[in-house]
């Protein structure tokens, strides 16, 4: 009966440890905080306004001069992404056109496992006014859970240079009107 009780705790334990490596790599969690990533400030000075950053070398995304920050994760390779593409293009003019709205929320996309020239051919192909930056190593793409392509990440920056996900969610929007209507809401900054 002893031997059989060590054997159940061995394997409870097994599988409790399996599950905490599990939960280190879950996507992003509304409310809560992304890991620290770094890009590099943009060297095309109309992204680099766009963004609100100056100087050279690498920012963290509570440095953009936004109070809200909508993360697409793509890929080259991804065909939903890539179909995507006339609805955040569309997205972005919506934003771009509303004097409320324009100094408030900004788009950018991190290219899972693109290099900087993939990111460019997506950027060419898919005609993205938006600023793109690489991770072809995949070290953003792990840090927030190995999402699936598109994924999307919602962050509020706050005064204080935190920042808050109020959204996570994998998959397209059909409406970029519709899309930008939810993120105001959710985001409460209209």
């Keep these: 009966m002893k031997k059989n009780l060590i054997i159940l705790i061995g394997m409870l334990v097994f599988f409790m440890m399996g599950d905490l490596n599990i939960a280190a790599n879950l996507p992003p969690v509304k409310g809560g905080i992304l890991p620290p990533i770094r890009l590099p400030i943009p060297k ?3 992204e680099k306004s766009y963004l609100g950053l100056s100087g050279e070398g690498s920012f963290g995304l509570p440095q953009i001069k936004a109070k809200v920050v909508i993360i697409e994760i793509f890929s080259l390779y991804c ?14 003019q919506l934003i771009e056109n509303a004097p409320d709205l324009k100094a408030k929320i900004k788009l950018i ?9 993939e990111v460019q051919t997506f950027k060419n192909i898919c005609d993205t006014p938006f600023p793109l930056f690489p991770d072809k190593d995949f070290a953003i793409h792990e840090a927030i859970g190995d ?3 598109p994924y999307f990440i919602g962050i509020k920056i706050h005064e204080s240079g935190t920042h808050e996900i109020f959204y996570s ?3 397209g929007f059909k409406d970029a009107n519709t899309f930008l209507e939810s993120v105001l809401a959710i985001s409460g900054i209209k």
């Design 169 to 171: 969610e994998t998959g």
């Design 147 to 149: 999402v699936r392509t």
């Design 44 to 46: 095309d000075p109309i």
């Design 79 to 92: 065909p939903v992404c890539v179909k995507l593409a006339p609805g955040m293009k569309e997205l972005y």
């Design 109 to 117: 996309g991190i290219g899972a496992g693109n290099t900087p020239l």
